[in-house]
T-cell receptor, first 114, second 115 residues
Framework: DGGITQSPKYLFRKEGQNVTLSCEQN?????MYWYRQDPGQGLRLIYY???????QKGDIAEGYSVSREKKESFPLTVTSAQKNPTAFYLC?????????????FGPGTRLTVT | AQKVTQAQTEISVVEKEDVTLDCVYE???????LFWYKQPPSGELVFLIR??????QNEISGRYSWNFQKSTSSFNFTITASQVVDSAVYFC????????????FGGGTRLMVKP
């Protein structure tokens, strides 16, 4: 089945620890995105990548880091510098290289930091 | 700057009623793209429709229809004969060629369809 996988579904961490969220796609899409969703709000872009070994900051990149070593994979690290990391994180891949094309989303990872 | 407003935060209807979800957008670009996504309780967003600014034809897909009006900067979504399975949060989103690959989402409308 083609799609996007994110693991784990729920993640719990202590404050001060870095944590990496995984995102894998087998849709052969060039573009991949990470979004953050807070309760009752829309999605905000953290980082995006249009091609392997290249990525760009979104609206709220501070406290996050990414890598894109393979086309299929776009892991997101939430660092201890992120002041309010508890949120729902969604990964997406895009049909085309720009955001003007539809995106397909994974099931999300709900991160809780205490 | 671009902005998407979904003024209805929550809507509750009874099954088989028709319901319209409003979306109003702001952009200075003449070329832009509008989207609707559905977020069921499972969490992942499901793509529903993409519309570019040069295509003002309304679209119908089964029980779903979309009304794009550039004159009022609106891209409204109507569900006809709603079903319980339509219960979800619906997001309208906007991008353009100068947006730096950023999709701007509205705050979402939570639709509850009661049996």
């Amino acid at each position: 089945d083609g799609g996007i996988t994110q693991s784990p579904k729920y993640l719990f961490r202590k404050e001060g620890q870095n944590v990496t969220l995984s995102c894998e796609q087998n849709l052969n899409h060039d573009a991949m995105y990470w979004y953050r969703q807070d309760p009752g709000q829309g999605l905000r872009l953290i980082y995006y990548s249009q091609i392997v070994n290249d990525f760009q900051k979104g609206d709220i990149a501070e406290g996050y880091s990414v890598s894109r070593e393979k086309k299929e994979s776009f892991p997101l690290t939430v660092t201890s510098a992120q002041k309010n990391p508890t949120a729902f994180y969604l990964c997406a891949s895009g049909v085309g290289a720009s955001s003007s094309y539809e995106q397909y989303f994974g099931p999300g990872t709900r991160l809780t930091v205490t | 700057a671009q902005k998407v407003t979904q003024a209805q935060t929550e809507i509750s209807v009874v099954e088989k009623e028709d319901v319209t979800l409003d979306c109003v957008y702001e952009t200075r670009d003449t070329t832009y793209y509008l989207f609707w996504y559905k977020q069921p309780p499972s969490g992942e967003l499901v793509f529903l429709i993409r519309r570019n600014s040069f295509d003002e034809q309304n679209e119908i897909s089964g029980r779903y229809s979309w009304n794009f009006q550039k004159s009022t900067s609106s891209f409204n979504f109507t569900i006809t004969a709603s079903q319980v399975v339509d219960s979800a949060v619906y997001f309208c989103a906007l991008t353009n060629n100068n947006a730096g690959n950023m999709l701007t989402f509205g705050g979402g409308t939570r639709l509850m369809v009661k049996p």
